[in-house]
């Protein structure tokens, strides 16, 4: 059986004469590439896609006791158009358990993988009658930016099934999140907010449904958001409170981080690994000195990995003091973690916030200090006052 070769067996072949692409030594003629013209890679490109023979690549995968291996599964990468609809019968035959089996194994390859693109599947799995399936083709498309999803997305938000609207809610974030930075059109943006916020604002729908919405709407600038995170922190549900403080890390709103602060001594572990989380998010250089604290009583080992992520988000010495400490752990998964922090802070991607503190010319000190004064500012407005008694006024009353 051919099996199709993987993008780098493609550039390696393309690059067979000079082999620049891959480290070999390169020829000291200025005709280095000359033999191979745009004209001849294209075709060498096709004869290499070609040689796969997908309709009994698709005859073992629909094998009921097959193991779906990654050397099958990785032919149905970049699928033209008519193999698309190659695939479509042949899953159509398949079993619904086994075609949620593959699109499972997928979706995880994908996440593996970036160089592999299923994407053309994973649009065509939006159609299938099992919901599950249709919650991984959404969660397979989540690095797909292109805009047309954006309505199937608000149309799931309709769908028979929680978890599809759950999911649905959580890409819509996305969407909304690359419309604030402008990478599309802020008319998509504000569609999905507009959505999300009505879904939220909904009582009959499920509580997973509406703190997915909230989370969601974390990225979005619309008036209000704020109000809505801050009322999601009171609910009597654990999971809503949860999403709250999540929403308060990706919101990239620091006035939220003296409302976090005291929140780490949430008795519940999942609470204060959504703290924990959003407190790195914001780079919150406050939270150095309580998260090292923290790593000599926390006994949530998930809650322990996040204080080492954060710490390297956060950064500065103190953070960097704490991590190679951790780096000598005997927990080798304690480790592991901090090496990585160690890695993402060295890198430089940790630095951000010093580099504005620096500029700004804040010390850490003086943002501790600086804090209580934004908070008081966040709340300075009667008018707003008022609005959240009324707020709160519902809220007791629902």
Known sequence: MAVRPGPAEIRQSLCLVCRSCHG???????????????????????????????????????????????????????????????VEAAAASYSPQRRLKLIQALVQLAEDRVDYDFRPIFVWALDDADPRIRTLAIEGLWEDEHTHLVNRYLQFLDDEDAMVRATAAMALGRFIQLGELGQIPFSYADRAADALWNVYHTPRESVDVRRRALEGLSS????????????????????????????????????????????????????????????????????????????????????????LEALGQIGGDKAKEALQIAVESEDETEAAMADLALEQLYAGIADLQELI????????????????RIWDDFYDDPLEDDIRRLLDDLDVAF
């Open 357 to 372: 503190d620096e500029v700004m010319g804040i010390t850490q000190d003086e943002e501790e200090e600086d804090l209580s």
């Open 220 to 307: 979005s600038s619309r008036a209000g958001v704020r109000r809505v995170i801050e009322g999601a922190r009171h609910d009597k549900n654990p999971s809503m409170r949860a999403s709250a403080f999540y929403a308060m890390g990706r919101s990239a709103d620091r006035r939220w981080i003296p409302y976090l602060l005291p929140e780490l001594n949430e008795e519940n572990p999942a609470l204060r690994l959504e703290v924990v989380r959003a407190l790195g998010e914001l780079a919150s250089k406050a939270a150095i000195d309580p998260l090292i604290l923290m790593l000599d009583t926390e006994h949530d080992s998930e809650v322990r990995m996040a204080i």
């Open 24 to 86: 070999g030594p390169q020829r000291r003629s200025s005709q280095i590439h000359s033999c191979l013209s745009a004209q001849r890679k294209t075709h060498l490109l096709l004869e290499l896609t070609m040689s796969r023979d997908l309709t009994q690549i698709l005859k073992t995968l629909g094998g009921e006791e097959r193991p779906l291996r990654h050397q099958l599964l990785h032919n149905l990468s970049d699928l033209t158009e008519a193999e698309l609809k190659q």
